[in-house]
T-cell receptor
Framework: EAQVTQNPRYLITVTGKKLTVTCSQNMNHEYMSWYRQDPGLGLRQIYYSMNVEVTDKGDVPEGYKVSRKEKRNFPLILESPSPNQTSLYFC?????????????FGSGTQLSVL | QKEVEQDPGPLSVPEGAIVSLNCTYSNSAFQYFMWYRQYSRKGPELLMYTYSSGNKEDGRFTAQVDKSSKYISLFIRDSQPSDSATYLCAIPRGKLIFGQGTELSVKP
């Protein structure tokens, strides 16, 4: 089954404790992206990657890091989480050849930073 | 001005009602328009996309674009409780730009 898998689904942590949210896709997609979703603000892009070893900032990259060492994986790293990073996070992927840029989303990671 | 604006609702309708969900956009150069549906505790899924102006129909769903007004709409006929979700308009501009999403609740 074609899918984007994120882990964990729920995460509660404390300020300053480094964490990683994993994302993996099995569709051989070149493009992968991370979003955060907040009430009243909608989906905002954090980082994206056009292919292995190619990453770039989205609209709200501060406080986040990503890496793309393999085509299927695109982890999101919070080196020193803060309460304002409490949010619902989505990983997404698509084929760059897709004209309508259909994004496939994971099921989300609800992060709470205390 | 935001590139895509959408009334966040929430919108509550009785089963069987016709639902109209709307977005406005700022750049007249946009040509592709998409609607994603997001169920509670799930990621968004592509529902429909349209190119340029006019209507596109898929079952009970119709996507409409009015380029002269920079207005896009999603109509749901004979709405069902299973249509309860958040609906997000989206426009590709190198990357996808999303509206805020409208939360729809269809009551039995």
């Amino acid at each position: 089954e074609a899918q984007v898998t994120q882990n964990p689904r729920y995460l509660i942590t404390v300020t300053g404790k480094k964490l990683t949210v994993t994302c993996s896709q099995n569709m051989n997609h070149e493009y992968m992206s991370w979003y955060r979703q907040d009430p009243g603000l909608g989906l905002r892009q954090i980082y994206y990657s056009m292919n292995v070893e190619v990453t770039d900032k989205g609209d709200v990259p501060e406080g986040y890091k990503v890496s793309r060492k393999e085509k299927r994986n695109f982890p999101l790293i919070l080196e020193s989480p803060s309460p304002n990073q409490t949010s619902l996070y989505f990983c997404a992927s698509s084929s760059l050849g897709s004209r309508n840029e259909k994004l496939f989303f994971g099921s989300g990671t609800q992060l709470s930073v205390l | 001005q935001k590139e895509v604006e959408q009334d966040p609702g929430p919108l509550s309708v009785p089963e069987g009602a016709i639902v109209s969900l709307n977005c406005t956009y700022s750049n007249s150069a946009f040509q592709y328009f998409m609607w994603y549906r997001q169920y509670s505790r799930k990621g968004p899924e592509l529902l429909m996309y349209t190119y340029s102006s006019g209507n596109k129909e898929d079952g009970r769903f119709t996507a409409q674009v009015d380029k002269s007004s920079k207005y896009i709409s999603l109509f749901i006929r004979d709405s069902q409780p299973s249509d309860s979700a958040t609906y997000l308009c989206a426009i590709p501009r190198g990357k996808l730009i999303f509206g805020q999403g409208t939360e729809l609740s269809v009551k039995p």
